[in-house]
């Protein structure tokens, strides 16, 4: 193989471009003990790649590791009987040439997929991709900041994180707090979420906020029955916070305990854990809200989930008018553009964020330019204090 690629380079010059490689044994009885033989199909650096349903002539590309007759026509070259066996040193040759051909083709990719990116931004770019925006808004935004800035001002970091901030902040979806109108009947807000993202902790805070810093009448009605301790912990919280507790084990129970709460200004309501595959838990769901109707449905995300996990998730709690989402765990997550990536495709809004596990503290109206110099900045932008107005 390294020898083979040696000829790519002499034959071809140092700009060649490995478009593939094989490996094949020759002689031998089915095909054990024969000998190897490397194949690379290469070209010339800058040739464009033939149409389909044309015949494949590029201008400089060529088999290597073959030799040409007279008349032009391509002979395998392979490799003498007498030749000795495969050795570890050709073994060890050939991995470190196919290592070189991974570390090309990698460096080809990202040459391919970043073309528009100018060369003063390429390290904004980059950083938005470690925050996990993705590379299709990360190119986007870029490409914005390129139209809206000058030659002069691309030069200056700290101006172009400024105007990626500003940009983020105006596409992030956002749904505001919760606004108690003072009607004549309490609002109710659910939260659903997966098993494990923070709903018990989130309701706490909620009442917490309304209860001691709104100085609003709140209950709280919990439908977790199952999980051991969901509502000893809820309890607790209730009694700290001096609201009232309901529990709830169906929809006639759950009625009753918002019918009990009727002169409360707001009843925030606790649901188990459900994962999206589990139809017949949100089926379950779907009837304990026929039953009372919520005013809003807020969707609790862990920030630290992969993107595509949120994503889905997100679509799968859409038949339950989950179109608010509360993304917890901001301390523990390493990219939070997540959060822009996952909200910009599911069409949701963001309501609160969470940003460590103390009751009532840690919770933050969700605030886009919060947002968004927290994922531009990165770990040392975030600093966990109230968002700014």
């Known amino acids: 193989m390294a020898e083979a690629l ?17 490996v094949t044994n020759r002689g031998g009885l089915l095909r054990v003990g024969g000998k190897a033989v490397a194949e690379i199909i290469a070209q010339a650096g ?18 290597v590791g073959t030799s040409e007759c007279a008349e032009g026509a391509a002979k395998p070259v392979i490799n003498s009987p007498n030749e000795p066996a495969t050795s570890m040193a050709t073994l ?4 470190t040439a196919l290592r070189e051909l991974v570390r090309q083709t990698a460096h080809e990719a990202r040459r391919a997929r970043t073309p528009l990116v100018p060369a003063a931004l390429v390290g904004h770019y980059t950083e938005l991709i470690q925050a996990a925006v993705g590379d299709e808004i990360a190119q986007d935004l870029v490409h914005r ?7 002069k001002q691309l030069t200056d970091p700290e101006r172009v994180r400024q105007e990626l901030a500003r940009i983020i902040a105006d596409r992030l979806p956002v749904a505001g707090p919760i606004t108690l109108m003072g009607g004549p009947a309490p609002k109710i807000v659910a939260l659903v979420g ?10 706490a805070k909620l009442a917490a906020e309304f209860s001691i810093r709104q100085n609003r009448k709140v209950g709280v009605v919990t439908l977790d029955t199952v999980r051991i301790g969901a509502v000893d912990t809820l309890r607790t919280y209730a009694r700290v916070i001096q609201v009232p507790l309901g529990v709830a084990g169906s929809p006639i129970e759950l009625e009753r305990a918002v019918a009990s709460m009727k002169d409360r200004d707001v009843i925030f309501v606790d649901t188990p854990g459900c994962g999206i595959l589990d139809r017949a838990a949100l089926d379950e769901l779907a009837r304990f809200f026929n039953a009372v109707k919520p005013d809003e449905t807020h969707l609790v995300l862990s920030s630290t989930a992969n993107v595509e996990l949120l994503e889905a ?3 799968g709690f ?19 553009g997540a959060i822009l990536r996952s909200l910009d495709r599911a069409e949701a809004r963001l309501s609160y964020v969470t940003t460590g596990q103390r009751v009532p503290n840690d919770l933050e109206v969700g605030v886009g330019r919060s947002i968004a110099r927290w994922i531009v900045g990165g770990m040392s932008a975030r600093g966990w204090h ?3 107005a």
């Open 386 to 388: 109230a968002p700014a």
């Open 313 to 315: 998730t997100l679509e």
């Open 145 to 151: 900041v390129r139209q809206t800035l000058s030659s």
């Open 46 to 63: 800058h040739h464009p790649l033939p149409d389909q349903g044309r015949p494949a002539t590029i201008p400089g590309r060529d088999r």
């Open 318 to 336: 859409k038949a339950l008018g989950a179109d608010r989402v509360i993304f917890t765990k901001l301390d523990e997550a390493i990219g939070l």
């Open 194 to 203: 997966p098993t494990g993202v923070g709903k018990t902790t989130t309701i």
């Open 92 to 95: 060890a040759r050939e991995v």
């Open 6 to 22: 040696a000829k790519v380079k002499r034959r071809l010059g140092p700009d060649a471009v490995i478009l593939k490689t094989r």
